[in-house]
């Protein structure tokens, strides 16, 4: 089965800073997904990354794919209250039926 | 528009007890649905996943069974509640465009107790 491992586990930036969250498969990512939840709710939807070398962007917020599909990184340039909360990377199957996901990584913006 | 209904938002349920919990979409038809699980500091686990009515695909062995009686509904469900079926339970479904993800319900969050 398919592993996800994400770092770090947990993050503490001040607000205005730029920072970087890591996602690494076990295997060959056919979709990646990157959620936001704050705590105690649903899962937001970031973005999606499917081929290799990838990049999308949304707002502040800019994920990678790397070219051999194994790694993606959620960056987030000059860092909001807003931010905070729970980041989670989430790898579809290769018929796309499932989602399973990361361990997710813990981010308090402090002023 | 499409949307996704999931209740009770809170449970608190003695060892033993039984356990039923409801997701609903609506403004769409024929989705693949979800539940998964989310342990307190732990990622989310996806628990079954159906992909039609009456089609239901168990990713983890458990305490527990779902159910998709109708093309919008999943249920999650358990004849005996034990202490590690704690956690917050979240439904999702999925569009057949794969760039749009997966849309999750608010979730519940169950205490066994």
């Known amino acids: 089965s398919q592993e996800l491992e994400q770092s770090p586990q947990s993050l503490i930036v001040q607000e205005g800073k730029n920072l970087t969250i890591n996602c690494t498969s076990s295997?060959?990512?056919?979709?990646l997904y990157w959620y936001k939840q704050k705590y105690g709710e649903g899962l937001i939807f970031l973005m999606m990354?499917?081929?290799?070398?990838e990049e999308k962007s949304h707002e502040k917020i800019t994920a990678k794919l790397d070219e051999k599909k194994q790694q993606s990184s959620l960056h987030i340039t000059a860092s909001q209250p807003s931010h905070a909360g729970i980041y989670l990377c989430?790898?579809?199957?290769?018929?796309?039926?499932?989602?399973?996901f990361g361990t997710g990584t813990r981010l308090t913006i402090i002023p | 528009s499409q949307t996704i209904h999931q209740w009770p938002a809170t449970l608190v349920q003695p060892v033993g007890s039984p356990l039923s919990l409801e997701c609903t979409v609506e403004?769409?038809?024929?989705?693949?649905l979800y539940w998964y699980r989310q342990a307190a500091g732990r990622g989310l686990q996806l628990l079954f996943y159906?992909?039609?009515?009456?089609?239901i695909s168990s990713e983890v062995p458990q305490n527990l069974s779902a159910s998709r009686p109708q093309d919008r509904q999943f249920i999650l469900s358990s004849k005996k509640l034990l202490l590690s079926d704690s956690g917050f339970y979240l439904c999702?479904?999925?569009?057949?465009?794969?760039?749009?993800?997966?849309?999750f319900g608010s979730g519940t969050r169950l205490t066994v107790v």
């Open positions: 989430g790898a579809g199957n290769f018929g796309n039926e499932k989602l399973t």
């Open positions: 159906s992909v039609g009515i009456g089609q």
């Open positions: 999702a479904w999925k569009t057949g465009v794969m760039s749009y993800g997966y849309t």
């Open positions: 295997k060959t990512l056919y979709g």
């Open positions: 403004g769409t038809s024929n989705p693949n």
């Open positions: 990354l499917q081929k290799g070398g």
